[in-house]
């Protein structure tokens, strides 16, 4: 893997995609994971036209997950994007269906004072995303407005379709990993079947500014899998 290229990708585009990063394997486990949660909630509908089912903060809730944060490579663009070791800030996941909205409608999660945006020199906070059951028509494609990283932000695009709208094709298990001030959607699929989707936050260890997103990350379960893995406890702590 070229891990420049992912980064020159990241700063021109706004987000770059790491393909069938995760095994089938490694995808079925995570399924289970996120099901078994489902199930230990009640087994809660995915309503029509809905959001579906999200978990805000998902570490807590759902440690058996942690150990796949330890993704070397990933990290390592993450590391060259942000030209600082990654801090994890934030993890949350989304699980939906096939009655669920057309299309979740346009954000980013940048949150902090867009006027700032052409100013910046470097990626500030970046979101790397696993798309369990990919983007694609069929799962659900995720759907970017691409950006240079200090481009201006703009209005926030009018719901629906957009003239510059891209669909983001990944295989299931890939890692997308985009700038937080990326505008984005997600379609709903034309499959039977559920998309989940588990994402993270990381800005730089020297970048010690709030995020209205922050959660816990570090639960007694986590503290034991970062102890089996030198990165997870360096995204945690600190090296």
């Given at each position: 893997m070229n891990i420049s290229s992912h980064v020159t990708e990241l700063y021109e585009n706004g987000f770059t995609v790491l393909p069938a990063y995760f095994d089938a394997e490694d995808c079925q486990r995570m399924r289970d994971i996120l099901a078994d949660y489902w199930k230990s909630q009640g087994s809660p509908p995915l309503e029509e036209n809905a959001y579906g089912l999200g978990i805000h903060p998902m570490l807590p809730s759902v440690p058996a997950m942690a150990p796949f944060l330890d993704a070397p490579a990933a990290i390592e663009v993450l590391g060259e994007a942000l030209r600082d070791e990654p801090r994890l800030m934030h993890v949350g996941a989304r699980i939906s269906g096939p009655q669920s909205a057309q299309r979740i409608g346009w954000h980013d999660h940048y949150s902090w004072d867009a006027q700032n945006l052409p100013k910046r020199d470097r990626l500030?906070?970046?979101?790397?995303?696993?798309?369990?059951?990919?983007?694609?028509?069929?799962?659900?494609?995720?759907v970017a407005l691409p950006?240079?990283?200090?481009?201006?932000?703009?209005?926030?695009?009018?719901?629906?379709?957009?003239?510059?709208?891209?669909?983001?094709?990944?295989?299931?298990?890939s890692i997308v990993i985009f700038d937080t001030a990326l505008w984005h959607d997600a379609?709903?699929?034309?499959?039977?079947?559920?998309?989940?989707?588990?994402?993270?936050?990381?800005q730089g260890w020297s970048d010690d500014r709030a995020h209205p997103e922050?959660?816990?990350?570090?639960?007694?379960?986590?503290?034991?899998?970062?102890n089996q893995s030198p990165r997870l406890k360096a995204m945690i702590e600190g090296s």
């Open positions: 500030e906070r970046i979101l790397l995303a696993i798309y369990v059951d990919g983007s694609t028509p069929e799962s659900g494609s995720l950006r240079r990283f200090n481009d201006p932000s703009g209005k926030p695009p009018a719901a629906g379709a957009h003239p510059d709208e891209v669909k983001v094709n990944a295989p299931p298990g379609e709903r699929g034309t499959g039977s079947g559920l998309r989940r989707l588990w994402g993270t936050h990381f922050d959660n816990e990350v570090d639960p007694p379960q986590i503290a034991e899998a970062k």
